[in-house]
């Protein structure tokens, strides 16, 4: 992270008032040292973020972050305010402001750090150590990890942790729950132990006080052994997949440490994601699905029990989150799967009692996120074609019809076509993955057909929208008609 955060890019007597005014004070900063070249569209892209979610967490920590064309590298910038700065969270003013800029094609290896930063700051010990940093390069270096930048044993600590967390983001190595379990206890168990068939069971405030009040002996025999620990897997994922991904998954990991649970996360952020180990899955008795964009290959997790809410719920309230899949384990309370009403997008759209609105909303972000990346490529295309060709390269004839290899204006007119045939897609790839987000795989199909209609009469993005919401409630409304009742219905036509 050394070329990322510097001591030109720390204020820690940030004057600024209001979110915009604290973005701005930070982002002038970045263009300074040339890692923004357009502060304006750079900001544009800043507030588009916090308007799909408030970056404001609790504890006092204000991460307003995005992915812009405006910034040339991964650059990181920390501001600390005495009076506090309003991000929206439920505890009141950030003092503490990180503001993260990732190019638009950033790679993965930078947002693995940048992930790992968003996982520190989940670590009490390392936000209190900036609080009382008092020059600008002593907080860059805290920030970095440099070593020896305090001196003092918990930033030691928090500089080991780093490597750790960064692994656990990436989750190169899935194993067994309760491997990522001693790794996560750190603990220093001989490797036999890992071998048992029985999985070890971590250490559990509520479990020992009941053995020793049964009489539990010191060398239990085998059907008095350590009853299994509960096991839970959870999805992580943002908009944006820089830094909530990661904060909502070292949450719920250190309190499935605190609550005696075996967890482990998939984190589904920009930098790519690994898939849970089947077996991992399988063996799993929850499931926590924190999210504000589908959860990729939901269908994995069909049949336990699930508690599906959005991503900031797992950032500030991971206990609730875990007691709550346990009580409906004890329950007997099944997920229903990808395929029915209860397993849609539309309901697992967030905390429960949101209302329509926020789903709505969350709907068409859906849409809009799988729309982008032909905005993008349609509008490099279309760009190189003016550049190539000419401002006059949109009357040229089709390249099936003309086209001489060695002419630029031929070029120029083969990249502007294809980028108009990217820019189609955008209305019915919107409309199809609307329907997706309400109604996931089946909404799919009738979502893009109602977006290639929209085209074909002229309805534009708004017939997209209203395809894509239509397509959605049809298919929502089919899955909640019982098979049984159809046959039933259909033979008692016959008699």
């Not at 890692?35 to 204000?62: K, N």
């Not at 972050?65 to 600390?80: D, N, Q």
Request: glycine share 12%; proline share 5%.
């Amino acid at each position: 992270m050394s070329d990322m955060i510097t001591a030109d890019l720390v204020d820690l007597d940030l004057s600024a008032d209001t979110k915009e005014a604290a973005a701005r004070a930070l982002a002038e900063r970045m263009v300074a040292l040339g890692r923004v070249t357009d502060l304006e569209g750079f900001l544009a892209d800043v507030a588009a973020r916090e308007a799909q979610m408030p970056t404001g967490l609790d504890g006092g920590i204000g991460i307003p972050h995005c992915r812009s064309a405006h910034v040339t590298e991964p650059t990181l910038a920390f501001g600390r305010s005495t009076a506090g700065i309003d991000f929206g969270a439920a505890d009141g003013p950030a003092d503490l402001i990180f503001l993260i800029a990732a190019p638009a094609g950033a790679d993965d290896a930078h947002l693995s750090i940048l992930s790992s930063l968003a996982r520190q700051l989940m670590n009490a010990e390392f936000t209190d150590a900036l609080r009382a940093v008092d020059a600008p390069a002593a907080a860059a270096a805290l920030i970095r990890g440099d070593e020896g930048n305090q001196g003092d044993e918990g930033d030691r600590e928090d500089q080991e942790d780093q490597g750790d967390l960064e692994y656990r983001g990436e989750q190169e190595d899935q194993g067994d729950l309760r491997d990522q379990a001693n790794q996560k206890d750190r603990t220093d168990e001989p490797a036999a132990a890992e071998a048992e068939e029985t999985p070890a069971v971590p250490e559990n405030p509520v479990v020992a006080p009941v053995a020793a009040s049964a009489g539990a002996t010191t060398d239990p025999g085998p059907e008095e052994a350590a009853p299994r620990p509960f096991r839970i897997v959870a999805v992580t994922s943002c908009p944006t997949g820089i830094a909530h991904t990661y904060m909502a998954a070292e949450s719920l990991e250190n309190a499935g440490h605190e609550e005696g649970v075996v967890i482990a996360v998939e984190t589904q952020g920009s930098a790519g994601f690994t898939r849970l180990d089947p077996a991992v899955i399988a063996a799993a008795d929850g499931v926590i699905f924190a999210h504000d964009v589908p959860v990729r290959d939901k269908d994995r997790f069909a049949g336990k029990p699930t508690v599906d809410v959005g991503v900031k719920a797992g950032i500030n309230r991971p206990a609730e989150l875990i007691a709550e899949v346990r009580d409906r384990a004890a329950r007997g309370e099944l997920g229903t799967g990808a395929l029915t009403a209860a397993g849609t997008p539309v309901e697992r759209a967030g905390a429960s009692g949101e209302g329509y609105g926020t789903k709505l909303r969350k709907w068409l972000m859906s849409g809009v996120s799988y729309m982008v990346p032909f905005v993008a490529a349609g509008g490099l295309l279309i760009a190189l074609g003016f550049a190539i060709g000419g401002y006059q390269i949109n009357e040229s004839p089709s390249v099936m019809d003309h086209f001489v290899w060695s002419q630029a204006d031929s070029w120029g007119a083969l990249f502007f076509q294809i980028g108009a045939v990217a820019f189609g897609f955008l209305v019915p790839v919107l409309a199809g993955y609307i329907a997706y987000g309400m109604a996931d795989r089946p909404g799919l199909v009738p979502g893009f057909v109602g977006g290639a209609i929209s085209l074909t009469i002229n309805a534009g993005f708004l017939g997209g929208l209203a395809s894509g919401l239509i397509a959605g409630a049809v298919v929502l409304a089919i899955q909640r008609v019982r098979a049984s009742r159809l046959r039933c219905a259909a033979s008692c036509r016959w008699w």
